[in-house]
């Protein structure tokens, strides 16, 4: 698999040669370095449930340390966790460890845009904080009828800041698929940004054409 490595060692994933000299590998390690784990859910971990899920794994992109991808293994899921950060899928391998989840959590050291994401995979795909558009393109294929697609991303604010890593409020939606429906579409002010917040839901496939695959 392409820019794709399975974890292997208790301290962190073997780093594959391609990813070695990757910038966004040094910047992130550099920042997960920094500060303290987080192991809090997202809040959409909480909305997707609420919302309700067909069975089936879950994927989450761009995980970092993921208390997010920690509820969802609680909850009897299984979960594939990709970055790019060797250090934040290290200390997410541990905490998964110590709460004995570590089973149903499947760390994935990639450089998304190079990941190949199966089609109609997934119950719920979910990526916060992070925005490429090919990469949410792959992700909204990823999800199974009836499944969900979670993701948050910075929004640029009116007249403010713009660039490659914001979206205007409403782009996720308008970059969705035909075939799913908005459940939510959000504004947040955070701590320190402002954010675009979407939860949708995949059309369920036609009764008869088959079911979930279970995770
Ligand atoms: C702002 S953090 C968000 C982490 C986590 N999703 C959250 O909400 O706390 C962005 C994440 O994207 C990951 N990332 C950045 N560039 C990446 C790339 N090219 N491939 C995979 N992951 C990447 C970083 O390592 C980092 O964990």
Known sequence: MSGASEPAGPCGPDVPSELREHPDRFRWNERYREADPDFAPHQLVTDALAAGLPAGPVLELACGRSGSALALAAAGRTVTAVDISDHALAQLGRQARRRGLDARVRRVLADLPAYPVAAGRYALVLATRYWDPDVFGSAAAAVLPGGLLGW???AQAP????GPYRVAH??????????FTVLAEELY???RHRVSR??????????????????
Request: aromatic share 0%; charged share 30%; no cysteine.
């Open 159 to 162: 007249g403010g800041e713009r």
């Open 198 to 215: 979407l939860l949708a839901r995949r059309q369920p496939a036609a009764p008869g054409l088959g079911g979930a695959e279970r995770g």
């Open 170 to 179: 409403g782009e996720l939606g308008a970059r969705l698929p035909a075939t």
């Open 189 to 191: 002010d955070s701590e």
């Open 152 to 154: 948050e991303a910075l």
